[in-house]
């Protein structure tokens, strides 16, 4: 999309979502995801699925891999390349759920769908003010339909307004 065509999209998504309100789509490390302020009602809800693993295939990412695991093995302490990988795809990660809450008096929900949330060695790798409010529903057998989770979202949005 040129710049015009994004301005003039993100403009009727803003109109929506004032108004009846708006579902937006985009993908994590796009044009959406960085760099485009999503304030207050333009953005109440985020949907993850999956992590922003860069493409092992690009030369810069696997040149990178290699240059990280040359210095670990001079320096324990500096990051492996597999590390480096997997740090760079949750700090995207990261930047991405910071889209949702942006100040003390915002509130939005997040939805992460992934396996991956089950291992406390990913969870770590989250925001401690994501990982305290984690609710893990135990399982594919536990999975709760929004219409359920629904009310109990919305009430405690009307709860944190008063």
Same mark, same amino acid.
């Given at each position: 999309? $040129?710049?015009?065509? *994004?301005?003039?999209?993100?403009?009727? =998504?803003?109109?929506?979502?004032?108004? +009846?309100?708006?579902?937006?789509?985009?993908?994590?490390?796009?044009?959406? +995801?960085?760099?485009?302020?999503?304030?207050?009602?333009?953005? %109440?809800?985020? /949907?993850?699925?999956?992590?922003? =693993?860069?493409?092992? +295939?690009? *030369?810069? *990412?696997?040149?990178?891999?290699?240059?990280?695991?040359?210095?670990?093995?001079?320096?324990?302490?500096?990051? +492996?390349?597999?590390?480096? =990988?997997?740090?760079?795809?949750?700090?995207?990660? $990261?930047?991405?759920?910071?889209?949702?809450?942006?100040?003390?008096?915002?509130?939005?929900?997040?939805?992460?769908?992934?396996?991956?949330?089950?291992?406390?060695?990913?969870?770590?790798?989250?925001? $401690?003010?994501? %990982? *305290?409010?984690?609710? $893990?529903?135990?399982?594919?057998?536990? /999975?709760?339909?929004?219409?359920? /989770?629904?009310?109990?979202?919305?009430?405690? /949005?009307?709860?944190?307004?008063?």
């Amino acid at each position: 999309m $040129n710049p015009d065509e *994004v301005k003039k999209m993100l403009d009727d =998504y803003r109109a929506l979502a004032e108004t +009846s309100g708006a579902i937006l789509f985009a993908y994590m490390r796009g044009k959406f +995801s960085e760099g485009i302020d999503f304030k207050d009602d333009h953005a %109440r809800a985020l /949907v993850t699925v999956g992590i922003p =693993y860069l493409p092992k +295939s690009d *030369v810069f *990412v696997s040149q990178k891999i290699k240059y990280q695991d040359g210095r670990n093995m001079e320096k324990p302490e500096c990051l +492996s390349g597999s590390e480096w =990988y997997t740090s760079n795809a949750f700090k995207a990660l $990261n930047q991405t759920i910071g889209r949702n809450i942006r100040h003390i008096d915002d509130w939005g929900s997040i939805f992460m769908l992934h396996t991956w949330l089950d291992k406390d060695c990913n969870q770590k790798k989250l925001p $401690n003010w994501i %990982r *305290v409010t984690l609710a $893990n529903w135990g399982g594919e057998e536990e /999975v709760k339909p929004w219409r359920e /989770v629904s009310p109990k979202f919305f009430g405690f /949005v009307e709860e944190f307004k008063k």
